[in-house]
T-cell receptor, first 113, second 113 residues
């Protein structure tokens, strides 16, 4: 069965420090991969998505970047965190427009101090 | 512009008090509507997919219905464990001809014992 792993669960980082969040998927090949950010009281905001290795599409300009070094690995990074980068980050995968939409990881709560 | 709006933002019910959550959408050529449940600090979990007006899906105390402009999530005789944020989403085709999801901001449901 397919599973998605996302870590760490919580992270507290100082302003100006780098960031690396990792997401891996098991049990499927060539998935579409997504990074979302969720702010309190607001809908999920799509940050990046990838339809294949090395293929990254960015939905909004920001202080973040994404990479997909392997088929089932998706990484969210920043060279220097800002206070506004705080939030709940979710990784998700899909195999196109399926009956289930997307399957989400458990999320990372990032607090920039 | 494609849009998904959920109401109310929050709903407090007594245990056993039935009610409905609303998800209205403006998307040309609906290709499905998804309902998810999200518990605090976790990723959204899939509940239902609806494809055409008049369609209904049920799961335990939840029933989702769809019209041409909106979807309702009916909750019958809820229990405290039904407390969560309920999210709806609809697909749209982006400029790269990939399907993405537009998300509502969610309804936070609180069931008091």
């Amino acid at each position: 069965s397919q599973t998605i792993h996302q870590w760490p669960a919580t992270l507290v980082q100082p302003v100006g420090s780098p960031l690396s969040l990792e997401c891996t998927v098991e049990g499927t090949s060539n998935p579409n991969l997504y990074w979302y950010r969720q702010a309190a009281g607001r809908g999920l905001q799509l940050l990046f998505y990838s339809v294949g290795i090395g293929q990254i599409s960015s939905e909004v300009p920001q202080n973040l970047s994404a990479s997909r070094p392997q088929d089932r690995q998706f990484i969210l990074s920043s060279k220097k965190l800002l206070l506004s980068d705080s939030g709940f980050y979710l990784c998700a995968w899909s195999t196109g427009l399926t009956n289930y939409g997307y399957t989400f990881g458990s999320g990372t709560r990032l607090t920039v101090v | 512009e494609d849009q998904v709006t959920q109401s109310p933002e929050a709903l407090r019910l007594q245990e056993g008090e039935s009610s409905s959550l609303n998800c209205s959408y403006t998307v040309s050529g609906l290709r499905g509507l998804f309902w998810y449940r999200q518990d605090p600090g976790k990723g959204p979990e899939f509940l239902f997919t609806l494809y055409s007006a008049g369609e209904e899906k049920e799961k335990e105390r939840l029933k989702a219905t769809l019209t041409k402009k909106e979807s309702f999530l009916h909750i019958t005789a809820p229990k405290p464990e039904d407390s969560a944020t309920y999210l709806c989403a609809v697909p749209y085709l982006d400029m790269d001809s990939n399907y993405q999801l537009i998300w509502g901001a969610g309804t936070k449901l609180i069931i008091k014992p």
